[in-house]
């Protein structure tokens, strides 16, 4: 069974920290090509966050370099999404997907909201 599901949303503070987590089914985990984080915004279109190939390469849009890390515990089939220095402009859903085998598979989103 095919299953990705994502974490650890909420409210924050700016400037303040939250991580967010992804666990993919075991064999999605194994096949994958790489996985991300996406978010979008009322009104905005979808966009790439962090990935992670099996390289492993990370990949960083640039509005987020040096405040979010992506990485993965293969132990237990998740991947993380550590944000610092929230910004207001950092809320959205969030969305984890997995590449693998020529599909792209989705979480059903997580919402992070920034405010004081």
């Known amino acids: 069974q095919v299953r990705v599901v994502e974490s650890g949303g909420g409210l924050v503070q700016p400037g303040g920290s939250l991580r967010l987590s992804c666990e993919a089914s075991?064999?999605?985990?194994?096949?994958?090509?790489?996985m991300g984080w996406y978010r979008q915004a009322p009104g905005q279109q979808r966009e790439m966050v962090a990935r992670l190939s099996t390289g492993p390469r990370k990949e960083y849009a640039d509005s987020v370099k040096g405040r979010f890390t992506i990485s993965r515990n293969s132990s237990n089939n998740t991947i993380y999404l550590q944000m610092s220095s929230l910004k207001p402009e950092d809320a959205a859903v969030y969305y984890c997907t997995v590449m693998a085998r020529g599909s792209n598979y989705w979480g059903q989103g997580t919402q992070v909201t920034v405010s004081s």
């Open positions: 075991g064999m999605l985990f194994v096949w994958a090509t790489w």
